[in-house]
């Protein structure tokens, strides 16, 4: 007897079916695919244009660091708590944190995903050609029908005279012939034109962030120079993301003089300056001439790819120190306005005593100058300043003596002394007085001060963007593109023809419709069917409207 087989019905393992398999990549693709689309929809680019321009917000509202570090110190002193919560997550450099970046970059994503297509749609719509006679004219919006006593090829060619400036295509239909036209084609190239633009647009913009940059320096008139060979040449620099510094356009400017005209009330009528400069073919020469330039306010000097702005004006007291010895130093540094309307500035000229060899003794003879400068003083005890062009110059200034902190390694500023120094007595203030061009003072060691007069300096800025060229043009095309997509209407026509008493006349029947939702092209359909047809305007047709294109 045999012994029966046994088997053994298992459940299908979901892990080893084949269908499985496939199952999690197909799923991971769809998903990318629905990110995707959903991405580059135009919703999502509407949306994070918004939070764009809501990020930006704190930007505008509180103090940044790119432009003044002074009002956010300033922020975070008066508001501590709030302050070190928004510093935390950027808020004090909005347009340099990483969140804003991110929002912006999914907004250009969103952007080209958005436009590519739609260029590549238009760019077909441009070249096809009309579209194919529907078979009931009568449903469309303008139509007409009429009989007239020419025979086909004459009716053919009279229709085809009414065209001129369409595109259009011609067909047998049966006995008779349909006449497929279109016009307006421009309004697809202006949508053209304006997507790509746009894309140009925000590459240029890009394009001037990565290999752009900006820096500002302060330079004495009568004759003093700055030569942009370096990042240490500038008071303030602010590199693109692909910039280092070490490779800028080496050209040189020198400021010979300097002129300002206010109205009576003090308010600022005109700044300029007469400057020279050498391009970067005059510096690797090595030449000594000086080309003339008239620099003023939005008039920038252009040369190797820079922009030279003249930004502001300032005064630079000068003081001659005489040390018990009779060696002498002489100090010229700006002081930085405190009032914008008078001029009214405040600053810090500091001294070593040379000819000191133990460091002790240097270290703890320092002098600074520091005080108020009024370039037309009110007289009195109280200096201020009554005008802002130099006519009656007068400083209020406190000499200190002692550890100015300039061997210790540290940055500080040139416009005052270490606050800190002075709390713990390292420095101290050894006189006081109120001088005008010509007067000195002498402090307790013999040492003469001197106020020999003011010089003007001029804040320049100098500003590179390989981009900007290239931001114009596209957005002159952008803007030329807008308006032929707004201003031009595609409009669409259709004559079918048919011959009627064995072909000596011709029945036509007429069709027109405007593909945009503005208003129907009346007015060109009317005169068509009166030239056509010899039909008047019929009232219960759409109103005319001027045409366009």
Not at 394 to 401: F, G, H, N, Q
Not at 443 to 461: M, S
Request: aromatic share 8%.
């Amino acid at each position: 007897m045999a012994t029966p087989i046994r088997t053994e019905v298992r459940p299908p393992d979901p892990e080893n079916e084949p269908g499985r398999r496939t199952s999690r990549p197909a799923g991971a693709v769809a998903l990318l695919r629905n990110a995707w689309r959903g991405l580059t929809s135009m919703r999502t680019a509407l949306v994070l244009l918004f939070l764009l321009a809501l990020a930006a917000l704190p930007g505008a509202l509180l103090p940044q660091r790119s432009l003044n570090q002074r009002l956010v110190e300033e922020y975070l002193a008066d508001y501590p708590q709030l302050g070190s919560w928004l510093d935390r997550f950027g808020f004090f450099d909005v347009f340099a944190a990483p969140w804003f970046a991110a929002i912006y970059l999914l907004l250009m994503v969103s952007l080209v995903g958005c436009v590519l297509p739609r260029t590549v749609e238009d760019a077909k719509a441009l070249r096809a050609p009309p579209v194919a006679t529907p078979h009931n004219l009568s449903r469309l919006p303008h139509h007409a029908t009429g009989t007239c006593e020419l025979d086909l090829d004459a009716a053919t060619a009279q229709v085809a005279g009414q065209l001129g400036g369409w595109r259009r295509r011609t067909e047998p239909e049966g006995a008779g012939r349909i006449v497929s036209a279109e016009k307006g084609y421009l309004r697809e190239l202006g949508n053209l034109v304006f997507h790509v633009s746009l894309i140009g647009v925000l590459v240029g913009f890009a394009a001037g962030k990565l290999y752009g940059y900006e820096g500002q320096v302060i330079v004495l008139s009568d004759g003093g120079q700055f030569c942009n060979t370096g990042i240490l040449g500038y008071d303030s620099f602010h590199p693109g993301l692909r910039v280092d510094g070490t490779d800028l356009s080496p050209f040189c400017v020198r400021v010979d003089e300097f002129a300002a005209d206010y109205l009576p009330n003090g308010q600022a009528e005109s700044f300029r300056a007469s400057v020279g400069y050498q391009t970067a073919e005059d510096v690797g020469a090595g030449s000594t001439e000086w080309r003339p330039y008239q620099l003023s306010v939005n008039h920038p000097l252009r040369l190797d790819g820079d922009r030279v702005y003249l930004l502001g004006q300032g005064y630079a007291p000068r003081f001659t120190v005489t040390f018990p010895d009779g060696t002498q130093r002489t100090g010229e540094i700006q002081w930085t306005p405190v009032d914008p309307v008078t001029l009214l500035s405040q600053g810090a000229t500091k001294f070593s005593r040379p000819g000191l060899t133990d460091d002790e003794q240097r270290r703890t003879s320092q002098l600074a100058v520091t005080g108020l400068l009024a370039p037309t003083s009110s007289g009195g005890p109280v200096v201020t300043s009554i005008f802002p062009a130099l006519r009656d110059p007068e400083v209020a200034v406190d000499v200190l003596r002692g550890d100015l902190g300039l061997d210790d390694g540290r940055g500080q500023s040139i416009f005052g002394v270490d606050q800190s120094k002075v709390d713990s007595g390292q420095l101290v203030r050894v006189a006081r007085a109120n001088l005008v061009p010509g007067q000195d003072l002498r402090l307790d060691d013999g040492t003469v001060i001197r106020f020999d007069g003011v010089r003007n300096w001029v804040n320049l800025q100098v500003s590179r963007d390989p981009g900007q060229g290239a931001v114009l043009v596209f957005a002159v095309l952008l803007l030329a593109g807008l308006g032929l997509s707004l201003t031009i209407r595609r409009r669409r026509f259709w004559a079918r023809l048919t011959p009627l008493d064995g072909g000596s006349r011709t029945r036509i029947e007429l069709g027109g419709l405007a593909r945009t939702d503005r208003a129907g092209y009346g007015e060109e359909f009317h005169r068509m069917r009166a030239a056509l047809l010899g039909q008047p305007d019929d009232p219960d047709d759409h109103p005319p409207t001027p045409e366009d294109g």
